[in-house]
């Protein structure tokens, strides 16, 4: 079975441009996450997608938006970019949304912003 | 608030020896607990989760994680480390309201020959 795919794996972006970033989930799952990872913060938990509906959302400003489509595939869009947000995106899928359901990673996109 | 707190921001240990990676929790309602590890230029990996049960849950790669309600903690264990366990290993709690994982800071664990 095919683990999560994201594409790109890399980005180097402007400051000011918009980028998206892709997640395929692994077949069969219908819940979508992301999730940002810096060296200074950590893992922070962008927003989670089940049945194309944004089911939660972390503390991030409005620039960060996603979507999730009818076959669970999700991307993320960054808008107005900045040096800040250079990071490893991760999407993580998991079979239903739930607390006791572990989530599976995709091998992330590095953004670098220029 | 509800988080995670892994104390140690690193742990180095011989091959063969035991290894534990720590991990503390503040939550309130019962805890949903789970490791990842991260290798260099990787995402996470599923090593194991705490639902309900028995304390002692066995994941992959013979880890295996002791969950303690008293101490709130949720320590990652194996008996004998090797070199390819190297890596960055993370501690996260999951809560009722949705799939929001919260994570600890991660913890650099280095295995030496």
């Known amino acids: 079975k095919a683990g999560v795919t994201q594409t790109p794996r890399y980005l180097i972006k402007t400051r000011g441009q918009q980028v998206t970033l892709s997640c395929s989930p692994i077949s069969g799952h219908r819940s979508v996450s992301w999730y940002q990872q810096t060296p200074g913060q950590g893992l922070q938990f962008l927003f989670e997608y089940f049945s194309e509906t944004q089911r939660n959302k972390g503390n991030f400003p409005g620039r960060f938006s996603g979507r999730q489509f009818s076959n669970s595939r999700s991307e993320m869009n960054v808008s107005t970019l900045e040096l800040g947000d250079s990071a490893l995106y991760l999407c993580?899928?998991?079979?239903?949304?739930?607390?006791?359901?572990?989530?599976?990673f995709g091998q992330g996109t590095r953004l670098t912003v220029v | 608030a509800q988080s995670v707190a892994q104390p140690e921001d690193q742990v180095n240990v011989a091959e063969g020896n035991p290894l534990t990676v720590k991990c503390t929790y503040s939550v309130s309602g019962n805890p949903y607990l789970f490791w990842y590890v991260q290798y260099p230029n990787r995402g996470l990996q599923f090593l194991l989760k705490?639902?309900?049960?028995?304390?002692l849950v066995k994941g992959s790669y013979g880890f295996e994680a002791e969950f303690n309600k008293s101490q709130t903690s949720f320590h990652l264990k194996k008996p004998s480390a090797l070199v390819s366990d190297s890596a960055l290993y993370f501690c996260?709690?999951?809560?009722?309201?949705?799939?929001?994982?919260?994570f600890g800071q991660g913890t650099e664990l280095s295995v030496k020959p």
């Open positions: 705490y639902i309900t049960g028995d304390n």
């Open positions: 993580a899928s998991s079979l239903r949304q739930g607390e006791s359901t572990e989530a599976f």
């Open positions: 996260a709690v999951r809560f009722a309201q949705g799939g929001k994982l919260i």
